[in-house]
């Protein structure tokens, strides 16, 4: 991986990991754990592929597995995150243009069942039985109803930033221009609006009363 990519992913992990532990976890809402980590990875991966997916998914989840209050094997959520990360990285965006919110929803959906399964699977493998315990089922509904209601504020952020700091043409434009092409697509979803065609046709709008503006004061008769 590049530098810096690897400065980016490593900054942005280490920042979702300390929300997640010193203020998600402290809120104890019923069933799982909203996971900012494993929205930062497929915010990544869906701009860096799967290749750049594994590997940021790997090193996360090891970073996890050792910061305490982790009461697990070390490399048990290193192993789930590389797979995720892997999958996500392949529902990148072939022009890197997110032009509807079901795809990226669809995968944080997908993302939020597969790592619990996972997770519970290796856990399964090791003589971990606390998610029977606790309820798998629960699990699963409330790991994906936390993270599809989390990503919106996270993952175009990431996708954003990630893009920025890649110098992609795409985010020549400012980074004003970026957050908006990212999100609009999280934004319109379900509403049939298209953000950048309203504002460019209200632009447009505006030019053209500048210009009848104009006309009248210079006593020009418009047809």
Known sequence: MRFNRMLLSTALVVVALVIQVSVLARLHLPGAVPDLVLLTVLGLAMVYGHVGGALIGFGAGLLADLVPP???AAGRYALVLCVIGYLAGLAKPENGRLKSASGPMAVVVAAAIGTTLLYAGVGALVGDTAARHVGLVSLLVTAAVYDLLLAP???PGIMALARRAENDPLAEGGSGATATDVSSGWLSSGTGLRIGSQRGGLRAKAVK??????????????L
């Open 70 to 72: 982790a009461d697990h």
């Open 209 to 222: 009363a500048r210009v009848a503006r104009a006309g009248r004061i210079k006593g020009v008769k418009r």
């Open 153 to 155: 504020f996270v993952v």
